[in-house]
Every structure is written in C-alpha cells, then in structure tokens.
C-alpha cells in the first residue's frame, strides 16, 4: 500500500516536472486557463491573484509570529497558511518544546517575541538555504533551515536587551547577520553599581557568523538601535535609533526633533577586528562605536525613527520618523565620503518627502517606487524615489513624489512586497501587516484577530486583493519565489544526521537510568514492551523509518504529557523520570496506517516496594 503511494508521490512530481518544463517553453501550451501559473507568465499578461484547487502558489511568504513566538508559512497569492515552524515556543502539535532536541536549544524558555524573519542571500537575492528570526523578548537569534522548514540553532545574545532589527548580508552572500539592541542597558548588568544612571547604558551593534552562529563581535554605541538593514555591497548596515537623547522615560525619548540612522562601516570593523581595537568583554570582542569612531556614522534623521529598508537598486537607504510626516532617503554611494570625514553625514541625506502621519517600514516594487505603511493614517503610500529627489533639489509647491494611496483596514506596522528585500524585486504583490481588523471578520470576542491584506501593486494604482486574519502577532514577513525555495525543501530527514538514530530496538540500562532505541515502522513501534521502576530516568529515541513522503509517527505517553511528532527518516528523543507506577500505554497520535489504532506498546512501571 506505501510502495504505491510513493511511487504514486514519484509520478507525481514526474508530471509536475513536465509541466513546468512544457511553462517554460511556451505558456500558449496551458490553454483554456484563466490562470497564468508561472510568474514568466504573471509578467506578460494580467497578475494572477487566485490559485484554484489542485494549483501550486508562486511565492512563499515567510511570516513572523510575533509572541507566538514562531515563525508561519503561507503561500501567496493564496494567503493559506502551510506551516507553522515552533522557534522559542512550546508546541503540543509536533512536540517542539518536549523532546530533547528541541529543549536542548530552548534553554528552558517557552516564550519569545518573533519580529523580523530574513532569509540568507547570495549575490544580493535570496539562496533558499536558512532564515533567521530574533527574539525581542529573551534576546535570542534562531536559524531555521529551510530544507526541512525546522529551527537548527538558537543562539543568546550578551549584553544586548530588546533584540529587534536584525538584517542578513545581502552580498557577496550571508557569512554575517547582524542584530540590533532597542533597549539600552548598562554594558555589565549585574545589577551592581548605579542602575539608575541612564547616562552609562549602552546599545550594541552584534555580528553573528551566519554558518558557526557564533558571535564574531559586537559594536557598542551610546544610543539605542532598532530596526536594522544590510547593503548590496557588503559594506555598511543600518540601524534606526529613536533614543538618540539617552532617556529613560517616554518624554525623554522625545525630547529631540532629529534623531539618528546609524550606519555601520564592516571594512572598518573588520579592520578593527584584526588590529585587535577592542575589549574582550564576558568573552565577546567589543568596538567602541562612539560618535567619532571610525565604525560609525551618525546621519541625523527625523523624530523617533522606526524602519528602514535598502531600495532594491542597492542605492538608497529610506527610514522614516514615527512622528514625523516624512521618509529619508540616504544615498549609499556617500557614505563613503562621510566616513572618510568629507562630507557631513547629514549630507548623505537626499530626500525627505513628506507622505503621512506615521510612517514605519518602507517596501519597493523595483520600478523606482516605494511603499511607506502609515500607522495613524491607515494606508500604504507608493511614492516615487527619484521625483523625491528632484524635489529636494528644486523644490516645487504643489508637487508631490506621492503616487497613489490606499487605505487599509487598519493600523498597518510593517508592510512587504514580493521580493522587495532582494534586487529581483517584481512589484506583484505586497501585503500590508495590519495590527486591527475591526469589523473586517466574525467576532470572536475582545481580543480580534490581526488583518494582513494582499494588495495587487504591478499597476499604477493599488488594488486591495484579500483580508486575511492572523493570530497575534505577524510584525513582519518576506515573500519568496517560489522556485527558489522549493527545489531545497526535503520529503524526508537524513537519518544519519541524527548521532542517536536508531538502526536496532534495544533497552539498555545503567543503574537507574534506561535507554529505550525504538524504530516507529507503521504500524508497529519496534517493541512491544518496556518495563522500566518507579523512579528510574527514562529516554525514549524515537526514529521514524518510513520513506513514505509525510508519514509521520507520534509518540505519546499516556498520562506523563509527552507528545512528540517523528518525521520519515527522522530521530526525536525524550527524557523523562517514571515517577508514576503502573501501566502506560505509549501510543502514535499521527494517524499513519490502517491499523494507527493498534500502533502502541505497554510502558510498565513497577512501584517500589
Ligand atoms: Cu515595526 Cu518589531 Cu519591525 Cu513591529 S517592528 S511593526
Ligand atoms: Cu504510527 Cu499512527
Ligand atoms: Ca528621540
């Protein structure tokens, strides 16, 4: 029955094949569709903004989710959620949480803020390879391995609170992801000395080695630092600070009209790195960024700065004031000459439209214009980045860079186009990540869901597409073709990568601790049996031998609230002390096979005497 569904799934995916190659060469070939299923054809004719049963979509869309804590895959232009992938979360549905693979990198913590998930480059567009997501909450960096869509590496991050912007290196490829602290902190915080004395806390830059995961350095600054952007050269990243007044307290952080777009220089921190300018502190190399330091420049931008996002032409870095009505856009061809003391910073400054009230995130449609999500107005404003320009220098009344607006529905934080963080770009889609929904949904009582919309932005005007709810809460996503990512996405695990996996059942025992290796083989566990004494510290290692595309066992035992999902091919493992007698029956919670039902063992625990 599996050997004809696998060879079912093989034929499958040999049709698929054909028809893609039969897309390639001519779209006229799929005739009679109302539907355009290659992005080839997406181009040429009209955008297609549906995709009927039994059709694929054209974009994955990685979501951040938010103090869910996890990271979401939904298809676009669909907008259906695939997957959920648990990152700093406990997650009863594939046992992230329960087993000793995914504890061993939770550290104990089952809580987490997701905010911004960017996926690794090579040569300024993405590779399919890895996604990184931070943790604002227990500052935390995690990767997620986009072959087997699962976190692999969560890593901490000293001296840094509020980890929130974080950007890969876009170009020659990711060897580095940066990370930006919000809050301040004082640099050892060990609660000795004065806490109090705001003057002293510190902000810091980090740069994590995107293949290690190990933290190459950090860059410490006097201000705070927010959202966070890379190049297109591998040259300098971006960080917004809103507190460039030091305060402690709301009003204080408002107290200037200018604060600052940090822009970091890596020839100098590498540079800085290898003349051993630094101080090892807890163990972490540690730049001083100071205003006037080699490392980085200070451009003074509008009030309270939130986003900021490079133009996919590699030449303009925009960020905007959350309480100004205006973006900022820095010319990255000068920075050069700021760090090198030529200019000022803030003559890297070459335009400041003004689009609404409370800009945050910018996104591009690779055609030179800009999408800039107004919190207090509720709208996507496109502007056009070179008649910003213009008008900067010669500034004419009653023109405007604003092209079109369009009201969403409501309060949108950050907004996103298809691939607008790469220099592929295409200007398709865009979805604007609303923080209420209002009266867009059946009520289900005070706390409503969010709206993330889809928008149609390959004409001259925007068209809203799509309200789709979403559980608290996406901050913000990419959107990633298709068929850079599917060709990397596995059926199965590679066994072996497992150290534990198990090839032979058996039960070992020393002193009180038992180790059981159990295949999972549907429908039968390798054993039907395990006796084990009150008492006793139990692991359970758990692999999964199925080849069969999505076969998955469950191993649950009853009454000790462990449940975990085992993959094909997959180990997962769980330790336990049996500290209640009796019978348990351990059974597979996927229903697998015809007989899913028997699919279980007695887990025996004898009581002391
Ligand atoms: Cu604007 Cu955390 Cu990117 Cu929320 S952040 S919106
Ligand atoms: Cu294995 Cu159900
Ligand atoms: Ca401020």
């Not at 200037?256 to 300018?277: C, H, N, P, Q, T």
């Not at 150290?499 to 039960?507: C, F, G, Q, R």
């Amino acid at each position: 029955m599996f050997d004809d569904r696998l060879s079912k799934g093989r034929r499958r995916g040999r049709a698929a094949l054909t028809a893609l190659v039969i897309a390639g060469v001519g779209a006229a070939l799929i005739a009679g569709s109302a539907f355009f299923p290659t992005l080839v054809e997406a181009k040429k004719k009209e955008l297609r903004t549906e995709v009927p049963p039994g059709e694929l979509d054209d974009y994955y869309g990685f979501f951040s989710g938010g103090h869910s804590g996890e990271v979401r895959v939904l298809g676009l232009p669909s907008m259906r959620l695939f997957k959920r992938i648990p990152v700093f979360n406990l997650d009863a549905g594939s046992g992230w949480g329960v087993t000793n693979e995914s504890k061993a990198m939770m550290g104990g913590l089952v809580t987490g803020d997701t905010h911004h998930a960017h996926a690794s480059y090579k040569d300024g567009t993405y590779d399919g390879k890895y996604l990184w997501i931070n943790d604002k909450a227990n500052n935390r960096l995690a990767r997620i391995r986009l072959d087997y869509m699962e976190t692999d590496t969560i890593i901490s991050i000293p001296h840094a609170q509020g980890v929130h912007g974080i950007f890969p290196q876009r170009y020659p490829q990711t060897d580095w992801v940066i990370l930006n602290s919000e809050f301040r902190t004082p640099l050892h915080n060990d609660g000795k000395g004065d806490i109090r004395d705001a003057a002293s806390y510190n902000g810091v830059h980090t740069v994590v080695d995107a293949h290690d995961m190990k933290i190459v350095c950090q860059v410490m600054v006097p201000c705070n630092l927010d959202l966070a952007a890379t190049d297109y050269q591998g040259k300098y990243s971006f960080a917004t600070s809103y507190n460039s007044e030091g305060g402690a307290t709301i009003s204080e952080m408002l107290a200037k009209d200018r604060d600052w777009l940090v822009v970091f220089d890596w020839d100098a921190i590498k540079d800085g790195l290898k003349k051993k300018d630094y101080k090892v502190v807890d163990g972490i190399k540690m730049l001083d960024g100071k205003p006037g330091s080699r490392y980085a420049i200070y451009v003074p931008v509008p009030k309270n700065p939130h986003g900021v996002n490079v133009s996919p032409d590699g030449k303009y870095a925009v960020c905007s004031g959350k309480v100004s009505p205006t973006a900022t856009v820095v010319a990255i061809d000068k920075l050069a000459d700021a760090f090198a003391g030529k200019i000022e910073p803030k003559d890297t400054i070459v335009a400041e439209p003004e689009i609404g009230l409370g800009p945050l995130h910018t996104t591009f449609d690779g055609r030179g214009n800009a999408y800039t999500s107004l919190f207090i107005d509720s709208q996507i404003v496109k502007w056009n980045i070179q008649k910003a320009i213009d008008l900067y220098k010669n500034p004419k009344k009653d023109d405007t860079a604003v092209v079109d607006r369009l009201d969403i529905s409501y309060q949108v934080g950050h907004t996103m186009a298809s691939m607008a963080e790469t220099k592929e770009a295409d200007g398709h889609f865009l979805v604007s990540l609303n923080k209420i929904s209002k009266d867009r949904f059946l009520n289900v009582g005070p706390l409503k869901p969010e709206n993330d919309q889809l928008v149609d932005i390959s004409g001259d005007k925007m068209r809203l597409l799509m309200d789709e709810p979403s559980y608290i809460e996406p901050h913000d996503c990419i959107i990633v073709r298709r068929d850079i990512v599917e060709p990397h996405v596995k059926d199965r695990a590679d066994m072996d990568e497992h150290p534990l996996a198990v090839h032979k059942n058996a039960i070992e025992r020393d002193g009180n601790k038992v180790t059981v290796h159990l295949t999972a083989n549907a429908p039968v566990y390798g054993m039907q049996e395990v006796e084990v004494n009150e008492g006793d510290e139990v692991t359970f290692i758990v692999t999964n031998h199925d080849e069969i595309p999505d076969l998955a066992h469950g191993f649950c035992i009853s009454d000790y609230g462990i449940n975990f999902v085992v993959g094909p091919f997959q180990t997962r493992s769980v330790t336990f002390v049996a500290n209640k007698p009796g019978l348990h029956w351990i059974y597979c919670t996927n229903f697998c096979h015809a007989l899913h039902l028997e699919m279980r063992l007695r887990l025996m625990v004898k009581a002391k005497a």
